[in-house]
């Protein structure tokens, strides 16, 4: 860092740059105990762009594996930041009762795809593992536009293979109630009849988009932000229940808001099922599911990151360095993706009874791998603000080394797989193929 500065002026530095750069227009709560996100409304990428400012206007030099590892909630821990202040010391906390680790009851849980989260809430609470379903995650489907942005979701993508394998693992159907032959008013007919008919077991999930329900701000808002949501009716016919498995939320909004937001012609997708017929997976069915979703020669999303930065370096089609910031701006939502390794690393490990210690070194790496994309992201917006092509070597360059990490990842995690596969009967024949399982599609 080239100037020094103290916890305040950072604070009033970040202040300026909100106001009289960004022109953000949500700081009616601005000072130190601010929260960036659900006080300041501040998204993942514009607080990334509010520190790249900051940098740039007060000389400041931050390492990006700061900025990645860093917990920034409040305008404080960004001061702090900036400042390179120590934090106060913690209170020493009592000391921790024994664990077992991976082979505990694990009760921390990942919330990282809004589908997986809703259909799985139900399995939590009748104590059935829900963790092998996220084998569907770390390579789940992503979109790259005609003109080289990453879209975390598109209207070519649908949710079949989640659907197929929820069922043939937990044997619970889905059954979708969103007909898109039909037009959004009968839509919301089916849905309005469906909840008034629904029974207390039975779990309703609709897609809308997020972005038309301000007060459920969160830090990967997107405009349009597709988003599934488990729905019921209330005591009051303007009221409705909603749970958000996906961002730990539930509460009470007004209905026609979520029938505004669920009208949306982003949007497009709805199902009802009953948790209450799950039953844990059987091994065979576990492991069809694991080799149709496993990638162990491609990181797909790693891949794509290096076609979007090459496209807009070459300045392919008009594009040029300047654009891919805002071209890799969904690239935080599909980062996160990959905590899913845990849980799928966690499956074997408990199977196996293999030591605690060599899973807590696995996570360690996952780690290492969303934080380094995390730091990629904001060379990425660097580059953006800049446009400077000398920064795309080293763009790729750091690309060549998280795709080293994570085809680690997938080799120890493929040999996981098979010393579990070892102690397994064969897989059944699949009764119904599904074209996820031509050649790993997700």
Known sequence: M????????????IGTVLREEMR????????????????????SVQVLQLILSLEMSLGLSIPE???ATSDLSTVADLAGLLAREPAAAPVPAAPAPPSEGVHGEMPYDLKIHC?????????????????PF???????????????????????????????WFERLYGVPLHAWYDPSRTKDENVATLLDLLARRRPEECVMVMLDMFHLPERENKFNQNPFPHYLLVSLTDDPETWQVRDPDFRWEGRIARDRMLNAIRQPSVAGGYRFDPARARPPADSDLAAFFEACFI?????????????????????????????????????????????????????WRALRWPDAEFQRICDEIESLVNGLSALHYAVLKLARSADPTQVAAIMARLDELDAVEFSLKRQLGAAYRAWRATRPEPAPLEHPHPAEEGCLL
């Open 296 to 348: 162990p020669d491609a990181n797909p999303l790693i891949d794509a990151v290096r076609a979007i930065v090459a496209a807009h370096a070459e300045g392919r089609g008009g594009l040029s360095p300047a654009s891919v910031g805002e071209a890799l701006r969904e690239l935080p939502v599909i980062t996160i993706r990959k905590w899913a390794y845990e849980h799928g690393f966690a499956v074997f």
């Open 65 to 67: 594996e700061a900025i």
């Open 2 to 13: 080239t100037l020094a500065m103290t916890r305040d002026d950072a604070v009033a530095a």
């Open 24 to 43: 953000h227009p949500h700081l009616d709560l601005f000072g130190p105990q601010a929260r960036l996100n659900e006080d300041l409304y501040l998204d």
């Open 134 to 164: 996220y084998c569907l995650i770390w390579d789940a489907e992503f979109a790259i536009t005609d003109d080289f942005r990453l879209a975390y979701h598109s209207d070519a993508q649908d949710h079949e293979a989640f659907r197929y």
């Open 115 to 131: 589908f997986v989260s809703c259909v799985c809430d139900g399995l939590k609470a009748r104590g059935i593992d829900h963790r």
